[in-house]
């Protein structure tokens, strides 16, 4: 449904085209157009002030006055706080005005005067002096005159033995382009089939330039023919081979060597050796290294792992009440490292050990750290005091840290409190494991050549024909 708003507007569109019409000047008839569609019957019903229009193709127009316009003006504003350089002022209704202001003045240009200039110092031929305001003027100067140039034809002579062309220009020296002298005449050239004969004993070709030497270009002998076969065993290849027949010529072999002998692998399960560490006997050893199968013990004041300069002094076994219980100690109470390593310097797993305390010494904390070809790799720390009393009761401690598996030293620094002074912790059941702990195979490998007096061929890795061995531990 249109509302009085949309109708004004279809009316003012309508008077806006009237007007745009009649200031058209009238041209020429056009044809008649078609005949329009029928139009339709409208109807006007006013319900409570409201006029609507109805027509008889549905559509409805609601027909209502519009809301008044505001006025609007515009007048000239002149130079002041709203437009410094002038303008207009446009105002709408009550509203408050808006301004279209002047643009300040640019500054003047500068006059240019273009005058003829005659030939002087400026410009030696003349020219044109462009003069800019009062700047310094600028020459656009004449070039000097060029010189005419003729090309015309040479006949033979002592300039051009052929003749050629003379090229002049201006009155300088001529320069000449000229005729080559005539070549001599070719040679007719002829190429001919050559019987198989004197010249080519299996034919060609025959070539004959002008009446010069004949040259000829022979085809070469036929080749003999190559065959190849399988040779076998016998007194030209002992194992059998290849022949090559070249024509009538000699045959040649290409020989298969002897076989060679069969690489052999033998295999052999193999266990761990794990060991418990402990000492038995009350004894004294000053100043030294103990040897307890394949390790060795010792106690230093500095951390001395590979080559210890100065071992202290330890017991082994025990000292008063605990005199009948087996564990090592030091002699000396600020010793601070005890050092247990292989005796080799062979990888080892170190698994657990006991501690023990016979004189209530005040341990505060006890670090353990693993070692391997001189580099510390591991390290981890107990808290707390090692229980004390008499009879000696051992404590133990199982490491966790996975370097201690592969280690071949591991270092005891047991702590007091200032984390410098040592203390004289026992040691017991040191277990540790080499070889294979979880077992594992060794793998014996050679070839089977009857070497060192073995008898070859007979599928036996034998000790003669050994070239190496490895063990391959499980995991």
Same mark, same amino acid.
């Given at each position: ?14 008077? &806006?085209?009237?007007? &745009?019409?009649?200031? #058209? ?21 006013? +319900? ?7 027509? /008889? ?5 609601? &027909? =209502?006055?519009?809301? @008044?316009?505001?006025?609007?003006? &515009? ?16 105002? +709408?209704?009550?509203?408050?005005? /808006? ?5 300040? %003045? ?6 240019? $005067? ?37 090309? *015309? ?13 003379? $090229? ?40 004959? $330039? ?35 027949? $070249?024509?009538?010529?000699? !045959? ?10 069969? =690489? ?5 399960? +193999? ?41 202290a002094a330890m017991y082994v076994g025990g000292a008063g009440s605990n005199a009948a219980t087996?564990? #090592?100690? !030091? ?26 305390? %016979? ?17 510390? *790799? ?6 707390? @005091? ?12 199982s490491f966790a840290d996975p370097a201690f598996g592969d280690a071949d030293a591991i270092v ?11 203390? !004289?912790?026992?040691? %017991? ?8 702990v979880n077992g594992g195979y060794e793998y014996r490998f050679g070839v089977d050549d009857g ?25």
């Amino acid at each position: 449904m249109r509302t009085r708003e949309d109708n004004q507007g279809m009316y003012e569109m309508t008077l &806006l085209a009237a007007a &745009l019409l009649s200031a #058209c000047a009238p041209g020429q008839a056009g044809q008649a157009g078609p005949a329009g569609k029928d139009g339709s019957s409208c109807s006007i019903e006013e +319900v409570g002030g409201v006029k609507t229009l109805t027509c /008889s193709d549905g559509s409805t127009f609601v &027909l =209502a006055n519009g809301s @008044d316009g505001q006025s609007a003006t &515009l007048t000239a504003e002149p130079a002041g706080p709203n437009c410094a350089h002038g303008g207009v002022r446009a105002q +709408v209704g009550a509203g408050a005005p /808006s301004f279209v202001c002047h643009g300040a %003045d640019g500054a003047d240009g500068q006059s240019a $005067v273009v005058t003829t200039e005659a030939a002087g110092s400026n410009c030696a031929r003349g020219g044109v002096k462009v003069q800019v305001g009062a700047s310094a003027p600028t020459y656009v100067c004449d070039g000097a005159d060029g010189q005419s140039a003729s090309i *015309t034809a040479e006949a033979a002579g002592p300039n051009c033995a052929e003749g050629g062309v003379k $090229v002049q220009v201006g009155s300088g020296a001529p320069a000449y382009v000229c005729t080559g002298a005539a070549g001599s005449d070719g040679q007719s050239a002829s190429v001919a089939a050559e019987p198989a004969g004197a010249n080519c004993a299996a034919g060609g070709v025959k070539i004959q $330039v002008g009446t010069g030497a004949i040259a000829y270009v022979c085809d070469g002998a036929a080749g003999a023919s190559a065959a190849i076969s399988v040779e076998g065993p016998g007194a030209d290849c002992p194992f059998g081979g290849v022949k090559l027949q $070249v024509g009538a010529g000699a !045959p040649t072999f290409a020989c298969n060597g002897a076989n060679g002998s069969n =690489a052999l692998i033998a295999s052999t399960a +193999v266990t761990g050796d794990t060991q418990t560490i402990t000492f038995d006997g009350a004894d004294t050893i000053a100043g030294g290294i103990r040897t307890m199968r394949a390790f060795q013990i010792y106690e230093t004041a500095a951390l001395e792992v590979v080559s210890p300069t100065s071992p202290a002094a330890m017991y082994v076994g025990g000292a008063g009440s605990n005199a009948a219980t087996n564990y #090592c100690r !030091p002699n000396d109470n600020t010793i601070a490292h005890y050092v247990v390593r292989t005796a080799d310097g062979s990888e080892a797993r170190w698994t657990s050990l006991k501690l023990g305390d %016979d004189g209530n010494w005040p341990t505060a904390y006890i670090d353990f750290m693993a070692y391997k070809n001189g580099a510390q *790799t591991g390290t981890e720390r107990r808290m707390g @005091d090692v229980p004390w009393g008499y009879p000696l009761t051992l404590t133990p401690y199982s490491f966790a840290d996975p370097a201690f598996g592969d280690a071949d030293a591991i270092v005891i620094a047991p702590r007091q409190a200032d984390g410098l002074t040592g203390t !004289p912790i026992g040691l %017991d059941d040191i277990v540790v494991s080499t070889g294979c702990v979880n077992g594992g195979y060794e793998y014996r490998f050679g070839v089977d050549d009857g070497a060192g007096g073995g008898t070859a061929g007979n599928g036996v890795l034998e000790a003669g024909e050994e070239r190496g061995r490895n063990t391959i531990c499980k995991p």
